[in-house]
Each structure stands twice: as structure tokens, then as C-alpha cells.
């Protein structure tokens, strides 16, 4: 199982390679230490052979037995020597109780492993050329002193390993706390913002290290939050309101015509109003639909070969009705041979008549609306043109705006709530498009869209 806090599997991992890194390194020392030892037993032990090898040759013309001996005996009772056919010439007690055989065909002096007594011990056997015959040497030491010298360093090890140990694992632990203080913070500050306090921020730590940095990046995802929720809180508080309006003519109508008085006329004439009221709020319910699947991500739009100029001709057969009602002159000029797109034929047909029905709307009646389609390069440019009231400057930063409305007066009565333009706009878009507008006071407007040509 994980540990589920990072501080506690820091320190696991912290305590751990202390461990492993002890552990080598004390193993190491030990065996450098063991290494250096036994060298030490094998260097005075060949130093001892040295001494014999030395004393025989100094005697070697008169060689007094009992002094032999003497020296013999001077190296105690782990020695030995052998002549060439293995037969002894001296054996110390030690040796000879423990039957270490004599090496007499030994070429070259070595030091190697024996056992005395149950105990290791370490063994040199040196041949020795004397007067023309050879003889082999024989010297072991026990290695009890030695042992006892590393079983006490051992001994000093074990108990350090563990102390070390608790004492890495507290350390480890209070660095990953310490490091990890911050993000405790970040913690606490981030799930202490809700809806209701989007406006705080996160206190981004001066170090500039990841920390900051993420500080910094959690602070502009609760800005683009805090941006998001304050469109969805304007665009609901909006739709609430443009849908109170026609609810509140509607309700006037129907107590008008249900007033004691009122007679068959003024009746059928309120509830043609009621039905008109009716027809506006739909659509404007259904424009309230579109934009919040638009912004839901839940409206896709095709992606298939549209010609343009055959959706702005429909949407121009469409407006044509309007316009001859209205008395405003309504022209399309069309590309000959189709301009395609890649996109939604029902959304741009849409698009085209949201800019018609608006310059047919805000034309006076003996006003013109000029439509014109055409290919520049790898584009396709769709222009509505009227020659209407136009859009005072400082207005035309907006219109495309939701619920953004010149005149909100003048632009209800005509049927609008300020929507139209901004879901022009998404449309456009969405399309890899853009629209745009150039107007002038009481002169007209020119509303122009561009579309990437497929
Ligand atoms: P509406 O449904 O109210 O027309 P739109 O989003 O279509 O909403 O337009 C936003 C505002 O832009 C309108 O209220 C109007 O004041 C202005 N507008 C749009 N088109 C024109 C135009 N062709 N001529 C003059 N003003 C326009």
C-alpha cells in the first residue's frame, strides 16, 4: 500500500537510501578495515621469515644446532620446518598438535587460511635454499586479536546504523513537512474559495520556485472561473429580464381584455397581441437555447461543402417578405458559380438573416439593403450594406454583444432582445470566420462576414 501523504513516502524513500548508503559505505570501511588487518598479520609474518631466513644465512658456515634451536624456539610454538622430502627439521607444539602439514614442495613464499583450534588463523610458508638444500618455513598467527578488533568495530556499527537511522527518518520527515508547508496552504486557501468568493486569490509564494508557479497558474484558473461565472450570472439576470417584459405585456393584455366592458373587438384584437408577444418570446427563448448550448459546447455545428451564395440566397428570399412589407428595396448580388465553405448551411443561412432582418429593421421604408457575396483569394466575403439609421461610434464596440441594444426602446418593438448580432458572431466563428461592422450615423451600415473558402 501507498503511503497517502507525500511527506511520509519522502521520508520513507530519505530513510532508505540513508540506509543503503550507510550500509555500503560501512561495508566498505569494514572490509578495508578487515583488508588492512589481515595484512598487517601477513607483513609480520613475513618479516618473522624474513628474520629466520636472515639468521640461517648469517650462521650458515658455523652452524651451532643449540643455537638453532635457541632461535627456533624464540618464535614459539606456531612454527615449523621442513626439508625437501618433508621430513622435519624442527616443529613448534602448535603446529604439530594440529598436524599443519608441511609444504615441502612449496615453490614461492604464500600466506594463506588455516584453522587452529577452531579459530582462523593465517599461515606462511616460505621455501629457504640453505648451503645448496631447500627447506620450507612455516609461521602462522592466529587471527583472534584481530577478529575481536573487527567484531568490536561491528559491534560500534550495529548500534550506529540504528541511531542514524531514527535520526535520518526525523530529519527526513521535518524537511518534507517544512518543504511541503506550502502546498499545505495552497491547499487550504484554494478549498476555502467557492462561488461565493471568486474573487479571492491564492497568495502566491515569493520563491519563485514550482510552487510559485503553480500558485500562480491555480490563480488564473479561478480568474477565467471568476469570468465564466460572472457571463453565466449577467446572461441569466439578462434572460430573466428580457423574458419578465413580454410576460408582463402579455398578463396587462389578457386583464385588459378580461376587464367587465371590454367588448368581442377589443378582445380578439388583445389576444392577437397576446399571440404576437407570444411568437417574440418563443424566439427569443429559442436564441436563450442556442447560446447556452453554444457556450455548453452542445450545439455542434456541420462540417460538410456549403455553397454561401446559395445560403444567403435563401435567407435573401426570406427577408425579401419583410422588406416589401417594410417598403425597404432589398438587392442580392450573387457569385455566379457556388463558393464553398466548410461548415453548417443552416447556421449560415441563419447568420445572413439575422444582418437582413436587422437592416430591413433598421431602414426606413423607401431605404435600400444591398447583399453581396464574393470570393477574395482564400476567402468568401458576404456584405450587407442598408442604408439606414446606422450605429453611433461609440455603440459599435458593443453590438455584437449579448443583450446588447442601441436603442432598447425602439429595438424591443421591433422584435429584438440583442441577440442576434452576438449569435452572428458565434456562428461566423465557429465557422473559423469573423464579422464585422462599419456603420455611420443616419446614413446605414455595412455588416461584413468572412468565411475561410474550402
Ligand atoms: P436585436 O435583436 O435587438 O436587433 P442584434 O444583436 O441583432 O439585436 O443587434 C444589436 C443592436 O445593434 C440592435 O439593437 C441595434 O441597435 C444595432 N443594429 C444591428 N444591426 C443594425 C443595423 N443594420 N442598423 C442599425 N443598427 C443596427
Known amino acids: 500500500m501507498t503511503p497517502r501523504s507525500i511527506g511520509v513516502r519522502l521520508t520513507v524513500w530519505f530513510t532508505s537510501l540513508f540506509a543503503a548508503a550507510f550500509l555500503i559505505l560501512a561495508g566498505a570501511l569494514w572490509l578495508a578495515l578487515r583488508g588492512s588487518l589481515y595484512q598487517a598479520v601477513d607483513e609480520s609474518l613475513r618479516e618473522r621469515a624474513d628474520g629466520i631466513v636472515h639468521f640461517i644465512e ?44 608441511s609444504s615441502a614442495a ?90 461565493d468568493n471568486l474573487a479571492h486569490r491564492l497568495r502566491v509564494p515569493p520563491a519563485g520556485d514550482e510552487l510559485t508557479r503553480l500558485t500562480e497558474t491555480l490563480n488564473e484558473m479561478i480568474a477565467r472561473l471568476e469570468a465564466s461565472f460572472r457571463t453565466i450570472s449577467r446572461f441569466t439576470a439578462d434572460a430573466s429580464h428580457e423574458l419578465r417584459t413580454p410576460l408582463a405585456v402579455m398578463r396587462t393584455t389578457a386583464e385588459v381584455a378580461l376587464q367587465r366592458g371590454a367588448d368581442g373587438r377589443e378582445r380578439a384584437a388583445a389576444l392577437e397581441h397576446i399571440v404576437a408577444e407570444i411568437e417574440r418570446t418563443t424566439q427569443l427563448v429559442e436564441n436563450l437555447l442556442l447560446i447556452a448550448k453554444a457556450d455548453s459546447g452542445a450545439a455542434p455545428l456541420a462540417r460538410e461543402p456549403v455553397d454561401v451564395a446559395a445560403a444567403v440566397g435563401d435567407a435573401c428570399a426570406q427577408a425579401s417578405v419583410l422588406a416589401r412589407v417594410k417598403g425597404v428595396e432589398l438587392a442580392a448580388r450573387l457569385p455566379d458559380a457556388p463558393v464553398y465553405t466548410s461548415g453548417d448551411a443552416q447556421a449560415l443561412r441563419r447568420l445572413f438573416l ?41 455603440h459599435l464596440p458593443h453590438v455584437f454583444e449579448r443583450f446588447y441594444r442601441v436603442d432598447r426602446a425602439r429595438s424591443r418593438e421591433q422584435g429584438g432582445a440583442g441577440l442576434g448580432l452576438a449569435i452572428g458572431r458565434w456562428i461566423a466563428e465557429s465557422h473559423g470566420g469573423a464579422i464585422a461592422v462599419e456603420s455611420e450615423l443616419e446614413r446605414g451600415s455595412s455588416f461584413r462576414v468572412h468565411l475561410p473558402g474550402a
Request: with cysteine; net charge negative.
Open 58 to 101: 648469517d650462521h650458515e658456515t658455523r652452524l651451532d644446532v643449540d643455537e638453532v634451536k635457541e632461535e627456533f624456539r624464540a618464535h614459539g610454538e606456531l612454527f615449523q620446518v621442513a626439508d625437501e622430502s618433508g621430513r622435519w627439521v624442527h616443529r613448534g607444539a602448535g603446529l604439530a598438535d594440529l598436524a599443519v602439514p
Open 106 to 195: 612449496a615453490a614461492d613464499a604464500s600466506v594463506g587460511e588455516a584453522t587452529l583450534h577452531g579459530e582462523p588463523a593465517r599461515l606462511l610458508t616460505q621455501p629457504v635454499e640453505i648451503g645448496g638444500r631447500r627447506f620450507v618455513v612455516q609461521i602462522a598467527a592466529p587471527l583472534h586479536d584481530v577478529e575481536q578488533g573487527l567484531y568490536a568495530t561491528l559491534r560500534f556499527l550495529v548500534p550506529l546504523f540504528a541511531a542514524s537511522l531514527v535520526l535520518a527518518a526525523a530529519l527526513g520527515y521535518w524537511l518534507s513537512r517544512r518543504a511541503l508547508a506550502p502546498v499545505d496552504e495552497i491547499t487550504r486557501a484554494a478549498r476555502s474559495i467557492t462561488a
Open 354 to 394: 439575422i444582418l437582413l432582418d436587422n437592416a430591413v429593421k433598421y431602414t426606413p421604408a423607401g431605404g435600400r439593403c444591398d447583399v453581396h457575396v464574393e470570393r477574395r483569394g482564400a476567402e468568401i466575403v458576404g456584405t450587407v450594406r442598408d442604408t439606414g439609421i446606422g450605429i453611433a461610434s461609440h
